[in-house]
C-alpha cells in the first residue's frame, strides 16, 4: 500500500468521525429514550442513510459480488425482492410497531402476546447476533479490507517471525482493530450517532460503489475504455446474465417465491438491526418516506453489488487479477479487484467508506444487542427497578462483552466458500420462526399466547436440527435449503392458527396508538410503493432467460 492510499484513507476515516462528534455532540445519551430511539427526531433521509448502510455492509459488498463471481447475475435477487419487502414494511409493519411505540420488536410481541414471548424472542435474537450476525459482520469486512489495503503484505514480516501464515494474521488483526473502532462509536454514541456516522458514509460508499464499476470496465475495456469493457463482459458471459438462477445456482427460481422472499420479508420488516431505526422516526410518514426512498435506493443495488463480481470473473479468466493462492476464492474477489483498478487517492478514498460500511452495519447490530438486552431482559426480568442511569450502562457492558465474544469468532468463518449462503442459511434459523409469530399475531386476534411461544421454541429447534443435527440434515440436503425455509415457516403458521382455533384467546386483541409519534401516513405511501413494485418486476423479467430451467431439469 503507498503512502497516497494510506493518507487518504485516515484522511476521511478521520472526517466522518469528526463530523459524527460535531453534530451529535449535543444529543441526549443518558437516557433509554434517546440512547436506544434517537429521542424519536430520525427524519427520511437519515432513516434511509442508515437504512441502506446498515444493510450495504462488507456481508454485500464482499459475500454478494462473490456469489455473482461464482454464479452470474441470478444473485441480484436479494436486491431485487428486498424492495417488494421494503413496501410491505412501509404500509402494512412500520403502522403496527409505531402505533404501539415499542423499541423492540420484542416488546411489541409482549404486547400483543405475554412477557414471556418477549422473553424467548429477546434471546434467541441476541444467540443469533452473538453468534452469527456479528461474526460474520467483522470476517467480511476485514476480507474486504485486506484486499483493499494489501494488508497481508503490510504484516508479511511480522507474520514471517511469528511463524503464522500472513493472511490469517492479517485478518486477525483487522478483525480486532474494526471490532474495537465498532464499539466504541455504538456503546459511547447511541442509535443517532450511529444514524449520522452511517448516513455520512453511505454517500460515500455509493459513490465509490459506483466508481469500482465505472473503473473496473475502463481497465476490462483497455484501449477501448468503458464502452469496450462492457462489451467484452457481456460476451464473456452471456449465459451468464439471466436474472432466472438454474438448480446449479445458489439461488434456484423456485426458491424466490418460499425462502428468499420469507428471508427478505424478516430482514426489512421484523430484524432489530435493521428496523430500529424506523422505530426512532419523527412520525409515521417520516418513516414511510425513509423506508420507501431506501427501496428506490436498492434497485441501484445490481450496478454494484453484482456486477463487480462478474467482471471480477472475467478479468480473473484474461488473466487481468491473480488470487494470492493461484486457485479463486469467490470471498476474496471484490477486494482485489478493488486493489486493481482503482488509482490510490480513490483506493483510500474507498477504503475509508467500506470501513464505514463494517462499522455501521457491526455497531447497528451491536446497538440492537444492547436495546434487546437492555429494555427487554435486564429491565424487565434482572432488575425491574432499574434507574435509566442503570440500564444504559448494562447496556454498555453488555455490548462489550458480546464485541469480544464476536471478535474471538469471526477469524474462525475463513473457511467458508460462499460467505453470503452461509450467511442467508444461519438467518433462516432465527428468522423464521420470529417473523412466523410477527405476522401471525399481527393478522389474527384470537391467536393465543401458548401459540407463539410453542412456534418460536419448536421453529428454532426444528431449523437448528435441519442444519447441524444428522439425520435430519440428510432429509434437508434432498431439497434446497431456502425451500426447507418455506415449508417450516408454512408449517408453523398453520400449527399457530390451529392452537388460536382450539385455544382462542378470551378476548380479541385490539392495539391502543400510544400516542409516541404523529400515526398520519405519508400521502404519496401507496402509488409510490406501487410504482416501485411494478419497476421490480421490469428489472427482474428484462434478464430473464427461462430456458435454463428446462436444461437444469
Known amino acids: ?44 433521509p437519515l432513516i434511509a442513510g442508515s437504512l441502506l448502510l446498515t444493510n450495504l455492509s462488507t456481508e454485500q459488498m464482499v459475500g454478494l459480488n462473490g456469489d455473482a463471481f461464482s454464479f452470474g447475475l441470478c444473485v441480484m435477487v436479494w436486491e431485487v425482492v428486498c424492495v417488494v419487502a421494503l413496501v410491505f414494511m412501509a404500509w402494512f409493519f412500520l403502522p403496527r410497531f409505531l402505533k404501539s411505540g415499542v423499541a423492540t420488536v ?4 409482549e404486547i400483543r402476546f405475554d412477557h414471556q414471548t418477549q422473553v424467548i424472542t429477546n434471546i434467541i435474537f441476541l444467540l443469533a447476533y452473538v453468534g452469527i450476525l456479528l461474526p460474520i459482520i467483522l470476517y467480511t469486512g476485514a476480507e474486504g479490507m485486506i484486499g483493499i489495503l494489501d494488508v497481508t503484505g503490510m504484516v508479511g514480516g511480522l507474520a514471517e517471525s511469528m511463524n503464522v501464515d500472513p ?22 454514541g447511541g442509535l443517532r450517532t450511529v444514524a449520522v456516522s452511517d448516513t455520512i458514509n453511505a454517500i460515500g460508499l455509493f459513490v465509490g460503489g459506483f466508481m469500482i464499476t465505472y473503473f473496473a470496465l475502463t481497465v476490462l475495456g483497455g484501449p477501448t475504455g468503458f464502452s469496450g469493457g462492457y462489451d467484452i463482459l457481456i460476451e464473456d458471459q452471456k449465459e451468464r446474465f439471466n436474472s432466472v438462477g438454474g438448480a446449479d445456482s445458489n439461488v434456484p427460481f423456485g426458491t424466490i417465491f418460499s425462502g428468499i422472499f420469507l428471508l427478505n420479508l424478516f430482514y426489512w420488516t421484523t430484524n432489530q438491526q435493521i428496523i430500529q431505526r424506523t422505530f426512532g422516526a419523527s412520525s409515521l410518514a417520516e418513516g414511510q418516506k425513509g423506508v420507501l426512498l431506501t427501496g428506490a435506493l436498492k434497485l441501484l443495488g445490481p450496478l454494484y453489488l453484482v456486477l463487480p463480481g462478474m467482471i471480477a470473473f472475467t478479468m480473473y479468466n484474461k488473466g487481468l487479477i491473480e488470487f494470492p493462492g493461484g486457485e479463486p476464492v469467490p470471498n476474496q474477489a471484490y477486494g482485489l479487484l478493488v486493489q486493481r483498478v482503482l488509482p490510490g487517492p480513490l483506493t483510500g478514498f474507498f477504503a475509508a467508506a467500506l470501513i464505514g460500511a463494517i462499522l455501521s452495519s457491526f455497531n447497528s447490530a451491536l446497538n440492537s444487542s444492547c436495546t434487546l438486552f437492555s429494555l427487554g431482559l435486564y429491565k424487565d426480568v434482572l432488575q425491574k427497578d432499574a434507574t435509566e442511569h442503570q440500564i444504559v450502562r448494562s447496556g454498555k457492558v453488555f455490548g462489550w462483552i458480546v464485541a469480544v465474544v464476536a471478535m474471538f469468532i469471526a477469524p474462525l468463518l475463513a473457511n467458508q466458500t460462499s460467505i453470503f449462503g452461509y450467511l ?22 384470537r391467536v393465543p399466547s401458548v401459540a407463539a411461544k410453542i412456534a418460536l421454541v419448536v421453529g428454532f429447534i426444528v431449523l437448528v436440527c435441519g442444519n447441524f443435527v444428522p439425520p435430519f440434515t440428510t432429509i434437508v440436503a434432498s431439497m434446497h435449503n431456502f425451500q426447507f425455509l418455506g415449508v417450516v415457516f408454512a408449517w408453523l403458521v398453520v400449527l399457530m392458527l390451529i392452537i388460536g382455533e382450539l385455544r382462542p384467546r378470551a378476548e380479541e386483541f385490539v392495539q391502543e396508538d400510544v400516542g409516541a409519534v404523529d400515526m398520519t401516513p405519508w400521502g404519496l405511501a401507496k402509488p409510490v410503493g406501487l410504482l416501485l413494485i411494478a419497476i421490480v418486476f421490469t428489472i427482474y423479467i428484462s434478464f430473464a432467460d427461462f430456458s435454463v430451467l428446462a436444461t437444469s431439469s
Open 424 to 445: 442467508q442459511a444461519m438467518n433462516g434459523i432465527y428468522f423464521i420462526p420470529i417473523f412466523a409469530v410477527v405476522l401471525v399475531g399481527m393478522v389474527t386476534r
Open 1 to 44: 500500500m503507498d503512502a497516497v492510499t494510506l493518507v487518504s484513507f485516515l484522511f476521511f476515516t478521520g472526517l466522518v468521525g469528526l463530523l459524527t462528534w460535531w453534530i451529535t455532540r449535543k444529543d441526549d445519551h443518558g437516557t433509554s429514550q434517546g440512547y436506544f430511539l434517537a429521542g424519536r427526531t430520525l427524519t427520511f
Open 106 to 109: 420484542p416488546e411489541y410481541l
Open 167 to 188: 493472511h490469517t494474521l492479517a485478518l486477525w488483526l483487522v478483525v480486532w482493530i474494526v471490532g474495537i473502532i465498532g464499539s466504541i462509536y455504538a456503546l459511547f
